[in-house]
């Protein structure tokens, strides 16, 4: 298989529209932080680039830097070693369902 067609099927699989979009993030790990940063996002997740990332199945908090600071629970859904960590994200709190629901708002409207 071309890496043309296996990047296609990835694609396809994809339900929600991702952004590309850069934001530093804290990773709230039991009692550890952690330090990532976002590569894409999309209504259902999320990929974190991160130096030591966690392993699939992990949940976390995370706490997105932007202007005003979102902060969703996620679960780690595959792991790119040395890259980073694919996550879905829990969006069964309504305060931050409505903070991210925001964030990908602006990302999808009209650039200045």
């Known amino acids: 298989m071309a890496s043309g067609d296996l990047s296609s099927r990835r694609t396809e699989r994809r339900r929600a529209t991702r ?9 709230e790990w039991g009692s550890a932080v952690l330090r990532g940063a976002i590569r894409d996002i999309s209504a259902s ?8 990332p966690l392993w699939v199945g992990a949940g976390f908090t995370a706490r997105i830097k ?3 600071p979102v902060q969703i629970d996620c679960f780690v ?4 070693p ?5 996550v879905s994200v829990d ?9 991210y629901q925001e964030l990908l708002a602006q990302l999808s409207g009209p650039r200045p």
């Open 19 to 27: 952004f590309a979009f850069r934001a530093e993030l804290d990773i």
């Open 45 to 52: 997740g999320m990929f974190i680039e991160a130096a030591d």
């Open 66 to 68: 932007v202007e005003r």
């Open 77 to 80: 859904k595959r792991v790119e």
């Open 82 to 86: 040395g890259s980073g960590m694919g």
């Open 91 to 99: 969006l069964s709190k309504p305060e931050n369902q409505q903070r």
